[in-house]
């Protein structure tokens, strides 16, 4: 099972602010990555090392961390953010890799 | 730029086995590790196994350890996964994704379109 955990579900209204969060403790050692995925899509990679933006991804991503817990920030959510968020790291033997469970985001 | 084609999926019987590929194209395919990760309908996404540039370090998870095999030919800028004694709990959209990783991270930076393997009596 997954050492990794998120909260099953978020909702935010149109143009506020929302944080995702995925805690664990090989987040403590392990950089983690986030992923989008809207329905019958692929996954998509939105940030990664903490911080960064690959190209394309909209500034209004963000990510940041805390101890074992890092944030997925969306300022100013649009109806397009709508989509299932996922985090990813490196597992606590440091070989294998895990997912959390994912978020729903409901945008109102 | 950067296109992972995934196919092989289908519907097989329990105990059977079956060969998912991944045509790579738009980089150096040699240069980088690549996974496989799965989603079984309405869960998750689990990452399943991963293969280094050169085939000479991979990993499984536990879930499909002893019964999958994950393999490369760099020379055709492929990436396989053969799966054997298939269980119900196989049933997935299975991804390949190339992988780009250090120490500190491994992160899947480019993804198939998804192939389905549907495991049923």
């Known amino acids: 099972s997954s050492e990794l955990t998120q909260d099953p579900a978020v909702s935010v209204a149109l143009g506020q602010t929302v944080r995702i969060t995925c805690q664990g403790d090989?987040?403590?050692?392990?950089?983690e990555s986030w992923y989008q995925q809207k329905p019958g899509q692929a996954p998509v990679l939105v940030i990664h090392?903490?911080?960064k933006r690959p190209s394309g991804i909209p500034a209004r991503f963000s990510g940041s961390s805390s101890g074992d817990t890092v944030s997925l920030t969306i300022t100013g959510a649009q109806a397009e953010d709508e989509a299932d968020y996922y985090c990813n790291s490196r597992d606590s033997s440091g070989n294998l890799v895990d997912f959390g469970g994912g978020t729903k985001l409901t945008v109102l | 730029q950067v296109h992972l084609v995934d196919s092989g999926g289908g519907l097989i019987r329990p105990g059977g086995s079956l060969r998912l590929s991944c045509a790579a194209s738009?980089?150096?395919?040699?240069?980088?590790?690549m996974s496989w990760v799965r989603q079984a309908p309405g869960k998750g996404l689990e990452w399943i196994a991963y293969?280094?540039?050169?085939?000479?370090?991979?990993y499984y998870a536990d879930s499909v350890k002893g019964r999958f095999t994950i393999s490369r030919d760099n020379a055709k800028n492929s990436l396989y996964l053969q799966m054997n004694s298939l269980r119900a709990e196989d049933t997935a959209v299975y991804y390949c994704a190339r992988g780009t990783t250090n120490y500190y991270y491994y992160i899947f930076d480019a993804w198939g379109q998804g192939t389905t393997v549907n495991v049923s009596s």
């Open positions: 293969i280094s540039g050169g085939g000479t370090t991979i």
């Open positions: 090989s987040l403590r050692t392990y950089y």
């Open positions: 090392g903490r911080t």
């Open positions: 738009g980089f150096t395919f040699s240069d980088y590790y």
